[in-house]
C-alpha cells in the first residue's frame, strides 16, 4: 500500500461511518411517550393514546411508511393526529404513498389530520380524496369531552388561548440538534427556534407537543435527531383539582 492510500483510508472509513450514520438517524424512528395531566381532561378519556405522526414528506421518506404503520400499530393508539407535510411539494398524489399511508393507519384507529404548505402545493382536491377515501377525518380541532385539541401545523402559535393542547411539527426537530441547546435551525432558517420537540406549557396551562416529524424536506439530513413519533397520553386530574 502506497503512503498516499494509507493516509486516505482513514478518510475514507470516516466518511463511510457517517454516510451510515445519517442513513440510520433518517430511519430510525423514534417512539415518545408523553403522559399530559390537565384538568379538563375527563375520566372517560383517562387513559386516552394518541399517535402523532407529522412532517412525513412523501414520497420522499417512502421507506418510512411501512415503518410508521408498523410502529404506531404496537403502540395501540386510540386516536392517530398527522399534522401536515404528509406530501412533498409537486408529487404525484397516486403513488406518494399518501393512500397507503392514510389506509395502514385508518386500520389501526381513528385518523384526523390537516394540510399544510408543502401539501397544499400539490393537487388539493386529490388530497383530500385520498385521505377520505382511506378513512381520514379531515378536521382541525378535537372535542375530547370538552378537553379541546387543535392540529397546528407550525408551532409558532402556541399560547393563544385556543385551545387546552396543541399538536405541532413543521421544525423537523431543527435538524441538527445540539446537547443542552436543542435543534438548530428550523425550515424557514430561524436558529435555535422556541419549540423543536416534545412537550412544552404555558404558565396557564396550555400545553404543546411538538413532533420532530417523520421525514425530511429540502435538508435530508439529521444529526442526534431520530425521526419522531410521540404517543400522548391522557391522564385526568379534573376530579383531584375540584
Ligand atoms: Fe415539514
Redesign the pocket.
Known amino acids: 500500500m502506497t503512503k498516499r492510500l494509507k493516509r486516505l483510508l482513514p478518510c475514507a472509513c470516516l466518511l463511510c461511518a457517517g454516510i451510515v450514520y445519517l442513513m440510520v438517524q433518517n430511519r430510525w424512528i423514534q417512539v415518545e411517550e408523553l403522559a399530559l395531566a390537565h384538568a379538563n381532561i375527563p375520566a372517560e378519556y383517562d387513559g386516552c393514546r394518541i399517535a402523532h405522526i407529522?412532517?412525513t414528506?412523501l414520497p420522499r421518506n417512502r421507506a418510512n411508511v411501512r415503518k410508521t404503520i408498523q410502529l404506531t400499530k404496537k403502540l395501540k393508539p386510540d386516536l392517530i393526529v398527522m399534522t401536515?407535510?404528509l406530501v412533498h411539494s409537486y408529487s404525484d398524489m397516486e403513488s406518494c404513498g399518501f393512500a397507503e399511508l392514510c389506509a395502514g393507519l385508518s386500520e389501526i384507529a381513528g385518523v384526523y389530520a390537516i394540510k399544510?404548505k408543502?401539501d397544499t402545493w400539490n393537487d388539493t382536491e386529490a388530497w383530500d380524496q385520498i385521505a377520505l377515501d382511506n378513512g381520514v377525518i379531515l378536521s382541525e380541532r378535537l372535542d375530547l369531552g370538552g378537553f379541546t385539541v387543535l392540529l397546528s401545523?407550525d408551532p409558532k402559535y402556541f399560547g393563544r388561548g385556543e385551545a387546552d393542547l396543541m399538536l405541532a411539527?413543521?421544525i423537523?426537530g431543527g435538524q441538527i440538534r445540539i446537547p443542552f441547546l436543542g435543534g438548530l435551525l428550523s425550515?424557514d432558517l430561524t436558529f435555535f427556534p422556541d419549540y423543536t420537540s416534545g412537550l412544552y406549557e404555558t404558565p396557564e396551562g396550555e400545553l404543546l407537543v411538538v413532533s420532530r416529524?417523520i421525514?425530511n424536506?429540502v435538508i435530508p439530513i439529521r444529526v442526534n435527531n431520530r425521526p419522531h413519533l410521540p404517543v400522548i397520553i391522557l391522564k385526568s386530574i379534573g376530579e383531584e383539582q375540584a
Open positions: 407529522s412532517d414528506h401536515g407535510d399544510a408543502h401545523h411539527g413543521h423537523h425550515p416529524g421525514g424536506s
